[in-house]
């Protein structure tokens, strides 16, 4: 008998001695890469990441989501998409798979941004900021054993976001009121942000929408190319059409600085490293002259 409580007593030790398992990770989908990103700099190890539009030469606009795509999302815990119409198919995959487990973030609802207003949020740092902390609530909802994690992850990240709005406000003090314009408002929060003179805005709106623009809009673009109006042409390489890329050359014949823009972030860069190196791009686009 006695010895069989001491086998017995030992086996329990022993299971006992034995490392816990460590919890399934967190099951993320970002309809944006950009915003996969930002999950993954903030879930780390706790989180697996699945991104939808993650293609740099794919046009957005034209993406249409599939059965797969489907089911991935019916078994994610947490769901990022961007909002104000950009990614449209989500919210209609969302309803065709209720969950009361999964989390939904929408970006444009964060920084109350709605259909109409300009869908290209990663360009505005305060937006991805709201993001962060929102995913950062999220992820500590779902897995509060980690939240320590988090939130210091959340802390790194929003030093490398002071370091990038620092960048901005350096450009700014150099470069605001540099007059520039671009085929498509996709860098226009940035713009604005730098304080640049943005030209030929509903030229922009136009191509963003599909639609043509009127031909006074189309005379201006081309006039201010010619004349060296601008400072700089920022140009969408990812969803470039035929009258976009006429522009593209037309600034290239006048001398004009062309400041290469996209919509997805590269394949491996990170946010912030992606919003640098466009920064610094444009810095040297708007020194040249």
Not at 59 to 68: I, R, V
Not at 140 to 164: C, K, V, W
Not at 244 to 271: C, D, F, H, I, Q
Request: neutral net charge; proline residues 4%.
């Amino acid at each position: 008998m006695r010895r069989l409580l001491h086998r017995l007593l030992v086996g329990a030790v022993m299971v006992l001695s034995v490392p816990l398992a460590h919890a399934d990770p967190v099951n993320i989908v970002a309809a944006e890469n950009v915003y996969g990103d930002i999950c993954r700099q903030i879930g780390g190890q706790h989180v697996t990441v699945v991104e939808i539009l993650s293609n740099p030469d794919q046009d957005p606009h034209a993406f249409e989501a599939g059965a797969s795509i489907a089911r991935t999302i019916a078994t994610a815990r947490l769901v990022v998409y961007n909002g104000a119409d950009y990614d449209a198919w989500m919210p209609k995959l969302l309803a065709a798979s209720r969950s009361r487990s999964r989390e939904v973030i929408e970006v444009a609802r964060l920084i109350h941004r709605k259909s109409g207003d300009n869908p290209h949020l990663w360009y505005q740092p305060a937006a991805v900021s709201a993001l962060a902390r929102a995913v950062v609530d999220a992820l500590t909802r779902i897995d509060p054993a980690n939240g320590a994690d988090y939130a210091a992850q959340h802390a790194e990240f929003e030093a490398s976001m002071q370091r990038l709005r620092d960048r901005i406000a350096e450009l700014r003090e150099r470069h605001v009121g540099a007059v520039v314009t671009a085929t498509e408002p996709v860098f226009e929060y940035m713009a604005d942000a730098l304080g640049l003179t943005m030209r030929n805005r509903r030229f922009q709106l136009a191509v963003m929408n599909g639609t043509e623009p009127s031909p006074r809009e189309i005379a201006t673009f081309e006039n201010d190319l010619r004349t060296r109006a601008v400072r700089a042409l920022i140009f969408n390489v990812q969803t470039s059409g035929s009258l976009a890329e006429r522009m593209r050359k037309l600034a290239v014949e006048s001398g004009v600085a062309v400041v290469n823009v996209t919509e997805t972030e590269p394949t491996g860069t990170t946010y912030q490293q992606w919003m640098a190196m466009q920064l610094d791009a444009l810095d040297r686009a708007l020194a040249t002259r």
